[in-house]
């Protein structure tokens, strides 16, 4: 049963903390994405990777970082220097290089909460 | 620079009609497009996809027609039924130049009982 998974569903954390969002697919993508969504601003690309061990900005990188050590992972790290952290977090992945039609697969989201 | 656009934030029709979701382009780079299905709380689901070769794409209910020269493409889900309130995410790539894409801010559609 192939899929993105995503850990936890809801995350709690305190203002100033770092917390990291867990990512993980069986589909044996290449590629994989982070996106943030906020009301009425659509999905805004945090970063991607194309490859293990090597990541891109996206639109928004600014307090976030990544790692791609392994292809089945890509960790998103939301650090205390992202000034608006509360948000639904997506993950997900496609095959590479894109070709078209070629969809990227979302998994089922963590809703971030900095109190 | 917003380079794609979905102008109209909601749509409301009645069960068993026709709706129709529009979304607009910026970049003639673009030459493939995509339409993604969410509910709230849950990640985006692929709808359907269609490339700049064509200008029509059939699946179901839902067909999608690009109009390339007006850098236009519209979704059609024909008849409409309850369970396709959700928003509605309109997508766009590039063949082979990196894997990203580019979305639309999204449209809420409620189809009426």
């Known amino acids: 049963d192939g899929g993105i998974t995503q850990s936890p569903k809801y995350l709690f954390r305190k203002e100033g903390q770092n917390v990291t969002l867990s990512c993980e697919q069986n589909?044996?993508?290449?590629?994989m994405y982070w996106y943030r969504q906020d009301p009425g601003q659509g999905l805004r690309l945090i970063y991607y990777?194309?490859?293990?061990?090597?990541?891109q900005k996206g639109d928004i990188a600014e307090g976030y970082s990544v790692s791609r050590e392994k292809k089945e992972s890509f960790p998103l790290t939301v650090t205390s220097a992202q000034k608006n952290p509360t948000a639904f977090y997506l993950c997900?992945?496609?095959?590479?290089?894109?070709?078209?039609?070629?969809?990227?697969?979302f998994g089922p989201g963590t809703r971030l909460t900095v109190l | 620079d917003q380079q794609v656009k979905q102008n109209s934030p909601s749509l409301s029709v009645q069960e068993g009609r026709i709706s129709i979701l529009n979304c607009d382009y910026t970049?003639?780079?673009?030459?493939?497009f995509l339409w993604y299905k969410k509910y709230p709380a849950e990640g985006p689901t692929f709808l359907i996809s269609?490339?700049?070769?064509?200008d029509k794409n059939e699946d179901g209910r839902f067909t999608v027609f690009l109009n390339k020269s007006a850098k236009h493409l519209s979704l059609h889900i024909v008849p409409s039924q309850p369970g396709d309130s959700a928003v509605y995410f309109c997508?766009?790539?590039?063949?082979?130049?990196?894997?990203?894409?580019?979305f639309g801010k999204g449209i809420t559609l409620s189809v009426r009982p």
């Open positions: 997900a992945s496609s095959t590479f290089p894109t070709q078209t039609g070629n969809e990227q697969f």
């Open positions: 589909l044996n993508h290449d590629a």
């Open positions: 990777s194309q490859i293990v061990n090597d990541f």
């Open positions: 970049n003639s780079m673009f030459d493939y």
């Open positions: 269609i490339s700049s070769i064509k």
């Open positions: 997508a766009a790539g590039i063949t082979g130049a990196n894997s990203k894409l580019t």
